[in-house]
């Protein structure tokens, strides 16, 4: 299974872009290198992004190169999709179970494309912190069933939050591993 | 699997129990390598551990202290030991008489000695017997000469000094003495004649009771030492209590955590011993400059044999146990150490039977009449146990004032709530406080009976007594005897000279036997002097007077016979019968009446040539006049070093017993001393356990002054408690005393005040010196460590 | 009081920013301050408005704590202001700060907080009683409060007797007893099990909000920071105010 769900493998691909323009082929190996867990990304998934993202005028056609096999195209972001990826990485993920992946890769292409990641992660504990509040809330005037609801959401919302607050010390040698590949 | 393949029992064998002795030492190694804290907390031990080794090495010398003075006073015995009759002059023989004597309530040891022959024996410490006019002196002696303020001693001692005494001829150093050459000495007039010094040191009859007014001493003394030490060990208790929790987590049981937390203070142990034997031999030279009695050699200050080893024996157990001590009621856990909330009430009941039995002892000793020195001990005995019985009441009456106290500012009610909440610590110093105190005030009251021996006390003023012995019409109240009244010599205008001297009389005297062996006094004078001495008709150069039933004018009576002088043959002159009784001094007189005297002018008798015709003076001085007394001996020692003439006094101390008085009163004052240096250590500690609380009382905003009010309060209470115990204590225990002695109940109120004052400050400044480190807990700061 | 913070403005009503038109209660801003060679806070600021619960989190070592000790005036910061109605309070004298204390702000801390010897209400009645209120009059207050937090029955016990969650709400109702218009609470629940961390902050929150008292409320548990209106964050000496992102 990949980690990163088909909503956001395209501006993944946007994001992964934005370092430099690459080919398809490439595209797909940094993919598999950085996101990819058990299973690499199909081919087919990766140019159908592609063209859905040409198509969409986020990224455009840098060059094309003959090669011994298929033509490569190499491909670059437009200034459309760096706003995608902008917007992608600033709003947060609705908090769910499985969350950190998806967080997970919002960090990583943060770091790489120079971006802050401690805001990311402050935008996504005050988002989480806010639900929290809603939480508590709610439990405070709910019954116990009510209560033994929002406690277990409430604890899994923390360990997300434990979680963020350790990528944010983090954050440095991260930095330092990221850039470094 | 290979754990199961182990026996069980062959894990335990592979690790022995680590022995008593290997956990001190682990616990040593510990200490030396702790902090700051540790540092301090090890040199606070070292000092309190010198400090208490120092003053019983100075207890243990005690014993031979009493042994060198009793061989010295015994090496220089001469009149105890003088054979009787006395031997034949020969070279071996020395004749003497005693000039003890006193300079501004100063006793002299004082003899005038003649050496007959080329190998007299020497006084101890005397290279040489001075020759005719010459003196040896001792050097406190010689010193006092030497100062231009006793030029009337000076005329006194106005001899050539040849020698000084070594000090194995004094009893120590600061004793005047003197022995002073005399060409006229003879056996009749000196009296002794000896051909050796010294004799066996008898039982010194005083040794038990000083032993045991030392042993008291020692222990009231020590009291506040063990308290200083109590407080030492806790120091930085905190960390050492994480330490142990350590160690418990690291599996080292109870019984193996205290002996580690002991022997963390054995490198305090030892290196106060260290110290302990440097204090004493600073300390040692210093006791021949204090001048209590005769004072003391170095040389005398040396320990017993057996008790000075016992001293380092045992000052390490006393430390262990004030350190076991401080850890009772403590709980060394792995996750943390707890010390137990609730107090470990004080076995009341043993102390108050301590209290009992002391003072049953006391009355006991008093009531039974024991020969000699046996009530000394039981009186010891008895005023520990009562001192120590005391302390019992202490926690009781902290718990009832302090316990459920309420009302009174803020700072109050923290004070008291902390004061009855700790038990232990501040208690443990007032502890101290009302052993020392009590004990000084006590010890005080006990010696009221040597302060009345050393105070006679005869009349209000001295002009009553010198009025309560007048005598004669002109009312003479002081008599001299002179050995020898030369021809032409006149003793009273001499004497007369004196500023305040009014009247002086002087006459010759001479015993005379009769044949029938009845004894006749004949008295030398002219005619005013002869018509005060009795009540004489007309007299004029050239009479007599007798009333001698018997006696003929021109009979013969043998006159001023002696053990080496012949009497010789007087011719009884023409005389005038008279009747009544002769003057005399109202001590001196023997009862002489006309019927057993002769009274005759010069020119009536002439008395034989050869014998010794002692003479006598009488006096009417004004005792008023300033200097009188000391220029009166100066005069009459002019006339005959052997002479001595008694001043009357009102009431007269003996200087040495004020003295010792005064060494009481600094020694508790010294042990306050080192009570309030335990109670500084002990409310710096506590302040320190205490400062998160602190820190957060400052957060809330409590007033520097409330806290600071707060911690004063704490010191001050129960140090005023205990004094106020102590005294009532001591004040009742000296009275008990006096009572039981059939003595008035009177105490040495200056002396009182003195102590308690001294306490009060020790209360005082304990505060004054724990503000900084109050203050510091009081930043807000403190809060951060958690 | 010199001060003249309107004693009367209104406070929003639970939850949210509040409104623009409120003037902020305390301002911290641009706060440093070091301890030797440590820099605890480089740029702090925290604007504290009337009734509003803040919570200040951070990883530990953050600087958390100074910031709550800078804010209640505890400590000095080394830059930076702290206005309190009209006054800084890194400019007035420490017995001025001393009485803003007692008067105005009430405390709570993670431990240790109670004096051992006293009993619980007598801890209670402690701030009452440093303003110089009769020890009747402030202790029968104190147990109204303990009542109101539900720990009457250990009034009369040291703090030593009581279960950690029962000291601690006896320390609410110390904090509480002033009516104090700012609380600074330090890690309040940081000693306790998590049903009792929560019983104390609830009932902090609510007799915070009931008597209008704002609230600082440093903590590194979100589920306790989850109680508070907004959060401020606190990395490496620096605030960032997570009010306005979300």
């Given at each position: 299974?990949?980690?990163?769900?088909?909503?956001?493998?395209?501006?993944?691909?946007?994001g992964?872009?934005?370092?430099?323009?690459q080919?398809?082929?490439d595209l797909k190996r940094?993919?598999?290198?950085?996101?990819?867990?058990?299973?690499?990304?199909?081919?087919?998934?990766?140019y159908?992004?592609?063209?859905?993202?040409?198509?969409?005028?986020l990224?455009?056609?840098?060059?094309?190169?003959?090669g011994?096999?298929?033509?490569?195209k190499?491909?670059?972001?437009?200034?459309?999709?760096?706003?995608?990826?902008?917007?992608?990485?600033?709003?947060?993920?609705?908090?769910?179970p499985?969350?950190?992946?998806?967080l997970?890769?919002?960090?990583?292409?943060?770091?790489?494309t120079?971006r802050?990641?401690?805001?990311?992660?402050?935008?996504?504990?005050?988002?989480h912190?806010?639900?929290?509040?809603?939480?508590?809330?709610?439990?405070?005037d709910?019954?116990?069933?009510?209560q033994?609801?929002?406690?277990?959401?409430?604890?899994?919302?923390?360990?997300?939050?434990r979680?963020?607050?350790?990528?944010?010390?983090r954050l440095?040698?991260?930095?330092?591993?990221?850039?470094?590949? | 699997m290979?754990?199961?393949?182990?026996?069980?029992?062959?894990?335990?064998?592979?690790?022995a129990?680590?022995?008593?002795?290997?956990?001190?030492?682990l616990?040593?190694?510990?200490?030396?390598?702790?902090?700051?804290?540790?540092v301090?907390?090890?040199?606070?031990?070292?000092?309190?551990?010198?400090v208490?080794?120092?003053?019983?090495?100075?207890?243990?010398a005690l014993?031979?202290?009493?042994a060198?003075l009793?061989?010295r006073?015994?090496?220089?015995?001469?009149?105890?030991?003088a054979?009787?009759?006395?031997?034949?002059?020969?070279?071996?023989?020395l004749?003497?008489?005693?000039?003890?004597?006193?300079?501004e309530?100063?006793?002299i040891?004082?003899?005038?000695v003649?050496?007959?022959?080329?190998?007299?024996?020497?006084?101890?410490?005397?290279?040489?017997?001075?020759?005719?006019?010459?003196?040896?002196?001792?050097?406190?002696?010689?010193?006092?000469?030497?100062?231009p303020?006793?030029?009337?001693?000076?005329?006194?001692?106005d001899?050539?000094?040849?020698?000084?005494?070594?000090?194995?001829?004094?009893?120590?150093p600061?004793e005047l003495?003197f022995?002073?050459?005399?060409?006229?000495?003879?056996?009749?007039?000196?009296?002794?004649r000896?051909?050796?010094?010294?004799?066996?040191p008898?039982?010194?009859?005083?040794?038990?009771?000083?032993?045991?007014?030392?042993?008291?001493?020692?222990?009231v003394m020590?009291?506040?030492?063990?308290?200083?030490?109590?407080a030492?060990?806790?120091?930085?208790g905190e960390?050492?209590?994480r330490?142990?929790?350590?160690?418990?987590?690291?599996?080292?049981?109870?019984?193996?955590?205290r002996?580690?937390?002991?022997?963390?203070?054995l490198?305090?142990?030892?290196?106060?011993?260290?110290?302990?034997?440097?204090?004493?031999?600073?300390?040692?030279?210093?006791?021949?400059?204090v001048?209590?009695?005769?004072g003391l050699?170095?040389?005398?200050?040396?320990?017993?044999?057996?008790?000075?080893?016992?001293?380092?024996?045992?000052?390490?157990?006393?430390?262990?146990w004030?350190?076991?001590?401080?850890?009772?009621?403590?709980?060394?856990?792995p996750?943390?150490?707890?010390?137990?909330?609730?107090r470990?009430?004080?076995?009341?009941?043993?102390?108050?039977?301590?209290?009992?039995?002391?003072?049953?002892?006391i009355?006991?000793?008093?009531?039974?009449?024991l020969?000699?020195?046996q009530?000394?001990?039981?009186?010891?005995?008895?005023l520990?146990?009562?001192l120590?019985?005391?302390?019992?009441?202490?926690?009781?009456?902290?718990?009832?004032?302090?316990?459920?106290a309420?009302?009174?500012?803020?700072?109050?009610q923290l004070?008291?709530?902390?004061?009855?909440?700790?038990?232990g610590?501040?208690?443990?110093a007032?502890?101290?406080?009302?052993?020392?105190?009590?004990?000084a005030?006590a010890l005080?009251?006990?010696?009221?009976?040597?302060?009345?021996d050393?105070?006679?006390?005869?009349?209000e003023?001295?002009?009553?007594?010198?009025?309560?012995?007048?005598?004669?019409a002109?009312?003479f109240?002081?008599?001299?005897?002179?050995?020898?009244?030369?021809?032409?010599?006149?003793?009273?205008?001499?004497?007369?000279?004196?500023?305040g001297?009014?009247?002086?009389?002087?006459?010759?005297?001479?015993?005379?036997?009769?044949?029938?062996?009845?004894?006749?006094?004949v008295?030398?004078?002219?005619?005013?002097s002869?018509?005060?001495?009795?009540?004489?008709?007309?007299?004029?150069?050239?009479d007599?007077?007798?009333?001698?039933?018997?006696?003929?004018?021109g009979?013969t009576?043998m006159?001023?016979?002696?053990?080496?002088?012949?009497?010789?043959?007087?011719?009884?002159?023409?005389f005038t019968?008279?009747d009544?009784?002769?003057?005399?001094?109202p001590?001196?007189?023997?009862?002489?009446?006309?019927?057993d005297?002769?009274?005759a002018?010069?020119?009536a008798?002439?008395?034989?040539?050869?014998?010794?015709?002692?003479g006598?003076?009488?006096?009417?001085?004004?005792?008023?006049?300033?200097g009188?007394?000391?220029?009166?001996k100066?005069?009459?020692?002019?006339?005959?070093?052997t002479?001595?003439?008694?001043?009357?006094?009102?009431?007269a101390?003996?200087?040495?017993?004020?003295?010792m008085?005064?060494?009481?009163t600094?020694?508790?004052?010294?042990?306050?001393t080192?009570?309030?240096?335990g109670?500084?250590?002990?409310?710096?500690?506590q302040?320190?356990?205490?400062?998160r609380?602190?820190?957060?009382?400052?957060?809330?905003?409590?007033?520097?002054?409330?806290?600071v009010?707060?911690?004063?309060?704490?010191?001050?209470?129960?140090?005023?408690?205990?004094?106020?115990?102590?005294?009532?204590?001591?004040?009742?225990?000296?009275?008990?005393?006096?009572?039981?002695?059939?003595?008035?109940?009177?105490f040495v109120?200056?002396?009182?005040?003195?102590?308690?004052?001294?306490?009060?400050?020790?209360?005082?400044?304990?505060t004054?010196?724990?503000?900084?480190?109050?203050?510091?807990?009081?930043?807000?700061?403190?809060?951060?460590?958690? | 009081?010199t001060?003249?913070?309107?004693?009367t403005?209104p406070?929003p009503?639970?939850t949210?920013?509040?409104e623009?038109?409120?003037e902020?209660?305390?301002?911290?801003?641009?706060?440093?301050?070091?301890?030797?060679?440590?820099?605890?806070?480089?740029?702090?600021?925290?604007?504290?408005?009337?009734?509003?619960?803040?919570?200040?989190?951070?990883?530990?070592?953050?600087?958390?704590?100074?910031l709550?000790?800078?804010?209640?005036?505890?400590?000095?910061?080394?830059?930076?202001?702290?206005?309190?109605?009209?006054t800084?309070?890194?400019?007035?004298?420490?017995s001025?700060?001393?009485?803003?204390r007692?008067t105005?702000?009430?405390?709570l801390?993670q431990?240790?907080?109670?004096?051992?010897?006293?009993?619980?209400?007598?801890?209670?009645?402690?701030?009452?009683?440093?303003?110089?209120?009769?020890?009747?009059?402030?202790?029968?207050?104190?147990?109204?409060?303990?009542?109101r937090?539900d720990?009457?029955?250990?009034?009369g016990?040291?703090?030593?007797e009581?279960?950690?969650?029962?000291?601690?709400?006896?320390?609410?109702?110390?904090?509480?007893?002033?009516?104090?218009?700012?609380?600074?609470?330090d890690?309040?629940?940081?000693?306790?099990?998590?049903?009792?961390?929560?019983?104390?902050?609830?009932?902090?929150?609510?007799?915070?909000?009931?008597?209008?008292?704002?609230?600082?409320?440093?903590?590194?548990?979100?589920?306790v920071?989850?109680?508070?209106?907004?959060?401020?964050?606190?990395?490496?000496?620096?605030?960032?105010?997570?009010?306005?992102?979300?």
């Amino acid at each position: 299974m990949c980690i990163v769900s088909r909503m956001s493998l395209g501006q993944t691909l946007l994001g992964l872009l934005e370092t430099r323009p690459q080919h398809g082929y490439d595209l797909k190996r940094a993919y598999d290198e950085r996101f990819a867990t058990k299973r690499p990304l199909a081919y087919g998934q990766v140019y159908a992004t592609l063209s859905r993202l040409l198509k969409n005028g986020l990224v455009e056609v840098d060059s094309v190169e003959p090669g011994a096999g298929p033509e490569r195209k190499r491909y670059t972001v437009t200034d459309a999709g760096v706003t995608d990826v902008e917007r992608w990485l600033a709003s947060p993920e609705s908090p769910e179970p499985y969350l950190q992946s998806t967080l997970y890769t919002k960090v990583v292409l943060a770091l790489l494309t120079g971006r802050s990641a401690d805001d990311i992660l402050d935008v996504q504990r005050a988002e989480h912190l806010r639900q929290m509040r809603e939480l508590t809330r709610r439990k405070a005037d709910g019954d116990l069933s009510d209560q033994l609801i929002c406690d277990h959401a409430l604890f899994h919302l923390e360990a997300d939050l434990r979680w963020l607050e350790l990528t944010a010390a983090r954050l440095n040698d991260l930095a330092g591993e990221v850039r470094g590949r | 699997m290979s754990l199961r393949e182990r026996a069980p029992g062959k894990v335990r064998q592979e690790r022995a129990r680590p022995s008593f002795l290997k956990d001190l030492w682990l616990g040593a190694q510990l200490s030396v390598r702790g902090g700051r804290e540790v540092v301090l907390r090890t040199l606070l031990t070292a000092t309190g551990v010198g400090v208490a080794t120092a003053a019983l090495l100075l207890a243990a010398a005690l014993p031979t202290v009493m042994a060198h003075l009793n061989e010295r006073s015994a090496d220089r015995l001469d009149y105890q030991v003088a054979e009787y009759p006395p031997p034949p002059a020969g070279e071996d023989t020395l004749l003497f008489s005693l000039a003890d004597t006193a300079y501004e309530g100063n006793p002299i040891h004082g003899r005038i000695v003649r050496a007959e022959g080329s190998d007299p024996p020497l006084p101890p410490g005397v290279s040489e017997i001075p020759g005719p006019g010459e003196i040896v002196l001792s050097p406190a002696l010689a010193e006092l000469l030497e100062e231009p303020e006793n030029e009337v001693l000076q005329r006194r001692f106005d001899h050539t000094p040849v020698g000084e005494i070594g000090p194995e001829g004094l009893m120590g150093p600061h004793e005047l003495a003197f022995y002073l050459g005399d060409g006229e000495l003879t056996l009749d007039n000196a009296g002794n004649r000896i051909t050796g010094y010294g004799g066996e040191p008898g039982p010194s009859g005083d040794e038990p009771v000083i032993m045991l007014l030392g042993a008291v001493g020692v222990i009231v003394m020590l009291t506040p030492v063990v308290v200083f030490l109590g407080a030492a060990v806790r120091f930085g208790g905190e960390q050492r209590d994480r330490r142990l929790s350590a160690l418990r987590l690291m599996g080292a049981d109870r019984g193996a955590t205290r002996r580690i937390a002991a022997g963390e203070t054995l490198p305090g142990v030892a290196l106060g011993l260290a110290l302990g034997v440097g204090f004493f031999l600073l300390g040692r030279p210093i006791v021949e400059s204090v001048p209590i009695s005769s004072g003391l050699y170095t040389a005398d200050v040396t320990p017993h044999p057996v008790l000075g080893p016992l001293v380092f024996a045992a000052v390490p157990f006393l430390a262990l146990w004030v350190v076991l001590g401080s850890l009772r009621g403590v709980v060394v856990d792995p996750l943390g150490t707890v010390r137990r909330a609730e107090r470990t009430r004080p076995r009341l009941w043993w102390r108050l039977l301590l209290f009992v039995l002391g003072v049953s002892l006391i009355v006991l000793s008093m009531r039974l009449s024991l020969a000699g020195n046996q009530w000394v001990p039981m009186v010891s005995v008895g005023l520990l146990a009562s001192l120590f019985g005391t302390t019992a009441v202490l926690p009781w009456l902290v718990d009832r004032l302090f316990g459920r106290a309420s009302g009174g500012p803020l700072s109050l009610q923290l004070a008291l709530r902390r004061l009855g909440a700790a038990g232990g610590g501040p208690t443990r110093a007032v502890n101290g406080i009302v052993v020392t105190v009590a004990g000084a005030i006590a010890l005080l009251s006990l010696f009221a009976n040597a302060w009345d021996d050393s105070t006679v006390e005869l009349a209000e003023t001295i002009e009553e007594v010198y009025a309560d012995q007048e005598f004669g019409a002109p009312g003479f109240q002081l008599q001299t005897d002179l050995r020898s009244v030369p021809v032409g010599s006149d003793p009273a205008g001499a004497v007369a000279e004196v500023r305040g001297v009014e009247e002086v009389l002087a006459y010759s005297r001479v015993d005379g036997v009769t044949d029938d062996g009845s004894g006749i006094r004949v008295l030398v004078a002219d005619c005013p002097s002869l018509r005060l001495m009795a009540d004489l008709p007309e007299c004029s150069p050239g009479d007599a007077f007798s009333g001698v039933p018997g006696l003929e004018p021109g009979g013969t009576l043998m006159v001023g016979g002696g053990d080496e002088v012949n009497a010789a043959p007087w011719t009884v002159p023409e005389f005038t019968e008279f009747d009544g009784p002769l003057v005399e001094h109202p001590w001196y007189g023997l009862g002489h009446t006309a019927k057993d005297a002769v009274l005759a002018t010069p020119e009536a008798a002439a008395l034989p040539e050869g014998i010794a015709v002692p003479g006598t003076l009488w006096m009417r001085a004004d005792p008023s006049a300033s200097g009188m007394a000391e220029e009166l001996k100066a005069a009459i020692a002019a006339l005959d070093p052997t002479a001595r003439v008694e001043i009357p006094f009102a009431s007269a101390t003996i200087p040495t017993m004020i003295r010792m008085r005064d060494a009481l009163t600094a020694g508790a004052l010294a042990a306050l001393t080192v009570i309030a240096a335990g109670l500084v250590v002990g409310t710096v500690e506590q302040i320190r356990e205490r400062r998160r609380v602190h820190a957060v009382l400052t957060a809330f905003g409590t007033r520097r002054r409330t806290l600071v009010a707060s911690v004063l309060w704490q010191t001050v209470l129960p140090v005023l408690l205990g004094i106020a115990l102590a005294t009532v204590v001591g004040m009742a225990l000296g009275a008990l005393i006096q009572r039981l002695v059939g003595l008035p109940v009177a105490f040495v109120l200056p002396d009182i005040l003195i102590i308690v004052g001294a306490g009060l400050g020790v209360a005082v400044l304990t505060t004054l010196l724990a503000l900084p480190p109050l203050l510091r807990t009081m930043r807000p700061e403190g809060l951060r460590w958690e | 009081m010199t001060h003249s913070t309107p004693r009367t403005a209104p406070a929003p009503e639970s939850t949210g920013t509040p409104e623009d038109a409120v003037e902020p209660l305390l301002v911290g801003s641009g706060l440093r301050k070091s301890f030797g060679l440590t820099q605890a806070l480089e740029d702090a600021s925290l604007s504290l408005y009337p009734g509003e619960i803040v919570a200040v989190m951070g990883p530990s070592g953050s600087g958390k704590s100074t910031l709550l000790h800078c804010l209640a005036g505890i400590v000095r910061p080394d830059g930076g202001r702290v206005g309190y109605g009209d006054t800084d309070l890194t400019e007035v004298s420490d017995s001025r700060l001393s009485d803003l204390r007692r008067t105005e702000f009430g405390f709570l801390f993670q431990f240790g907080q109670l004096v051992p010897e006293l009993s619980c209400v007598e801890n209670v009645a402690l701030p009452l009683r440093l303003g110089g209120e009769s020890r009747r009059r402030a202790e029968r207050t104190a147990v109204d409060w303990l009542e109101r937090l539900d720990v009457a029955e250990v009034a009369g016990k040291t703090p030593g007797e009581c279960s950690g969650g029962q000291g601690q709400r006896v320390a609410v109702a110390r904090a509480l007893i002033t009516r104090p218009r700012v609380v600074f609470a330090d890690e309040p629940t940081g000693a306790l099990d998590s049903l009792n961390g929560e019983r104390v902050i609830r009932m902090l929150t609510d007799a915070a909000r009931e008597s209008r008292a704002a609230v600082v409320l440093v903590t590194h548990e979100p589920r306790v920071a989850a109680y508070a209106d907004r959060e401020v964050v606190v990395r490496d000496g620096r605030t960032r105010d997570l009010g306005g992102l979300a």
